[in-house]
């Protein structure tokens, strides 16, 4: 082993405006200051201290930074689940999955979990897009599940859904995924060598054939 391999290697996270070096403890400047929100917990005195919640918000928390998942995951860690549905979480989507063999018992078990996000979500004040969400049935047979509600709203229901970057059709045949995923690549491929008649074209294999631009 040479010298350069034993060296232990100081992990980084860098960023725009300096670096956090975890090994000597230097925090950069910029991630020291931060805005304090206090948010008023329901059904407690608003006169007393210990009736807020209180938030750090960093210069970086914006949308689109290096701290904006890691801030919104520990903002959203005590989020209810039930125990009988799958919860997956990547920063401020989440996916809830119920699986039954009754169309009916699977809504229900989905349901009870949208009931109880609800109530979490009112009760810290985050308000959830009804519209932009989705409910879709995954499953061979023809029958589809009841419709579910967030809150008051009903989920509008989907044959397919698109969850972080992944198009997922009802019986999860991945068609549309390629089919997307397909005028995705030709878009960027004519996009960077042109849309001429005489340019040369190349084949790009898939599971299902070949996609030609």
């Given at each position: 082993?040479?010298a350069?391999?034993?060296?232990?290697r100081?992990?980084?996270?860098?960023?725009?405006?300096?670096?956090l070096?975890?090994?000597?403890s230097?925090?950069?400047?910029l991630?020291?200051?931060s805005?304090?929100?206090?948010?008023?917990?329901p059904?407690?005195?608003?006169n007393?201290?210990?009736?807020?919640r209180?938030?750090s918000?960093?210069?970086?928390?914006?949308?689109?930074?290096?701290?904006?998942p890691?801030?919104?995951?520990?903002?959203?860690?005590?989020?209810?689940?039930?125990?009988?549905v799958?919860?997956?979480?990547?920063a401020?989507?989440?996916?809830?999955?119920?699986?039954?063999?009754d169309?009916?018992?699977?809504?229900t078990?989905?349901?009870?979990?949208?009931?109880?996000?609800?109530?979490?979500?009112?009760?810290?004040?985050?308000?959830?897009?009804?519209?932009?969400?989705?409910?879709?049935?995954?499953?061979?047979r023809?029958e589809?599940?009841?419709?579910?509600n967030?809150?008051?709203?009903?989920l509008?229901?989907?044959?397919?859904?698109?969850?972080?970057?992944?198009?997922l059709?009802r019986?999860m045949?991945?068609?549309?995924?390629i089919?997307?995923?397909?005028?995705e690549?030709?878009f960027?491929?004519?996009?960077?060598?042109?849309?001429?008649e005489?340019?040369?074209?190349?084949?790009?294999?898939?599971?299902?054939?070949?996609?030609?631009?």
């Amino acid at each position: 082993m040479s010298a350069a391999d034993s060296e232990v290697r100081r992990p980084y996270c860098p960023i725009n405006k300096g670096s956090l070096d975890i090994q000597t403890s230097h925090v950069p400047t910029l991630w020291k200051t931060s805005q304090i929100v206090m948010i008023h917990k329901p059904g407690k005195p608003p006169n007393e201290a210990s009736s807020y919640r209180p938030i750090s918000l960093t210069p970086r928390g914006t949308q689109g930074s290096v701290l904006g998942p890691v801030l919104y995951n520990i903002f959203t860690s005590d989020l209810p689940q039930s125990p009988k549905v799958a919860a997956a979480t990547f920063a401020d989507d989440a996916a809830f999955l119920a699986c039954s063999r009754d169309p009916k018992q699977a809504s229900t078990l989905l349901q009870s979990q949208l009931n109880i996000t609800h109530d979490w979500l009112t009760k810290w004040r985050i308000k959830a897009s009804a519209p932009k969400s989705h409910h879709i049935t995954f499953a061979l047979r023809l029958e589809t599940c009841p419709s579910v509600n967030l809150g008051r709203d009903k989920l509008p229901q989907s044959t397919c859904v698109k969850y972080l970057g992944f198009y997922l059709d009802r019986r999860m045949t991945w068609k549309d995924h390629i089919k997307n995923k397909r005028n995705e690549i030709n878009f960027r491929f004519k996009t960077s060598s042109g849309s001429s008649e005489d340019s040369p074209h190349y084949l790009f294999p898939t599971n299902y054939g070949y996609i030609v631009p």
